[in-house]
Nanobody, 122 residues
Framework: QARFVESGGGTVQPGGSLRLSCTASRFRLKDYAIGWFRQAPGKEREGVGC????????KYEDSVKGRFTISRDTAENTINLHMDNLNPEDTAVYYC???????????????WGQGTQVTVSS
């Protein structure tokens, strides 16, 4: 089972951008659908979006569509989450995980890593 490591978080002003990365040691991410999730203080973890393993097609939750982009870097064995036009509601710990993809969305099934904190504040 993969041990995910998320990185790239930080503090950014509203309207700013960040790029998060997800990697896993001894686990080839390119063979799997991978999703990004986030958990804000006092709230349940929620999906952000995911990328298919078969064709790299992507799906996003409505709250981030047009602002967030998920991409795969096979050479680096990473899945990146590029976030633009961030707002305070995006403040959360961000996680990645293996997922199954259906019409309902991207359902996680692996173990969770430590996540990376994103704070959007002026």
């Amino acid at each position: 089972q993969a041990r995910f490591v998320e990185s790239g978080g930080g503090t950014v002003q509203p309207g700013g951008s960040l790029r998060l990365s997800c990697t896993a040691s001894r686990f080839r991410l390119k063979d799997y659908a991978i999703g990004w999730f986030r958990q804000a203080p006092g709230k349940e973890r929620e999906g952000v979006g995911c990328i298919q393993g078969s064709d790299d097609s992507t799906k996003y939750e409505d709250s981030v569509k047009g602002r967030f982009t998920i991409s795969r870097d096979t050479a680096e064995n990473t899945i990146n989450l590029h976030m633009d036009n961030l707002n305070p509601e995006d403040t959360a710990v961000y996680y990645c995980n293996t997922v199954t993809v259906s019409r309902a969305g991207c359902e996680p099934f692996g173990s969770w890593g430590q996540g990376t904190q994103v704070t959007v504040s002026s």
